[in-house]
């Protein structure tokens, strides 16, 4: 998806999602309820809710336990080990480089 990058509150990139605009929205649109949280059997995203729902901050840049477990509790299936790091550290340094 070309254009204006989509910000969340983990610094993963819906812009870069295949199911973003298809059976997902994005978490700020759908409050931390995802398409992918039916699929782990979960009701809201954990990395959502504890910050913006329990810490009430924008984005878990702010955080000051930012990487916490939460960030490696749920990872893509159809990703190894080594393709799963690369993506958290992508969000790491995104998160870290907002104000």
């Known amino acids: 998806m070309a254009g204006k990058r989509i910000e969340t509150v983990c610094g993963y990139s819906c812009s870069d999602c295949d199911h973003h605009g298809n059976e997902c929205r994005g978490c700020g649109s759908t409050r ?10 979960i009701d ?10 329990d810490r009430m901050l924008p984005h ?5 336990d930012l990487m916490c477990e939460r960030f ?9 080990e080594e393709e799963a790091q690369a993506v958290l550290l992508r969000m790491e340094e995104e998160l870290r480089a907002r104000k």
Do not use: A
């Open 72 to 80: 490696t509790r749920f990872k893509d299936p159809g990703m190894n």
């Open 44 to 53: 809201t995203c954990p990395v959502y809710e504890c910050c913006v729902i």
């Open 32 to 41: 931390g309820k995802p398409f992918w949280t039916n699929f782990v059997d």
């Open 60 to 64: 878990c840049g702010r955080c000051p």
